[in-house]
């Protein structure tokens, strides 16, 4: 059974820390880009970054680039997303993602996220 598991949301003030982490299972996590989305209230489903399958290249929407970075860890299955210099605009309830290129597209059930003072 395929799981994706968030963990690591809560409250931060702007301009502090979050790190978010996702553990996978029950798919060959090493052969499958992961990708962060995140969805406001009211607002659709925004991309937010990916990292290719074995962690040399990532991606970054550009309202964090600069701001928050992925990484993966292929032997923990574990993918994380380090967020800095948090905004408000940045409140959301956020989705770890796996995609292949056959067509697999996994997905959490999300962690919320909440900048504010």
């Known amino acids: 059974q395929v799981q994706l598991v968030e963990s690591g949301g809560g409250l931060v003030q702007p301009g502090g820390s979050l790190r978010l982490s996702c553990t996978a299972s029950?798919?060959?996590?090493?052969?499958?880009?992961m990708n962060w989305f995140r969805q406001a209230p009211g607002k659709r489903l925004e991309w937010v970054s990916s990292?290719?399958?074995?962690?040399?290249?990532?991606y970054y929407e550009d309202s964090v680039k600069g701001r928050f970075t992925i990484s993966r860890d292929n032997a923990k299955n574990t993918l994380t997303l380090q967020m800095n210099s948090r905004k408000p605009e940045d409140t959301a309830v956020y989705y770890c993602?796996?995609?292949?290129?056959?067509?697999?597209?996994?997905w959490g059930q999300g962690t919320q996220v909440t900048v504010s003072s």
């Open positions: 029950g798919f060959t996590f090493s052969s499958y880009w």
């Open positions: 990292i290719n399958s074995d962690g040399n290249s990532t």
């Open positions: 993602n796996a995609r292949d290129s056959v067509g697999g597209d996994y």
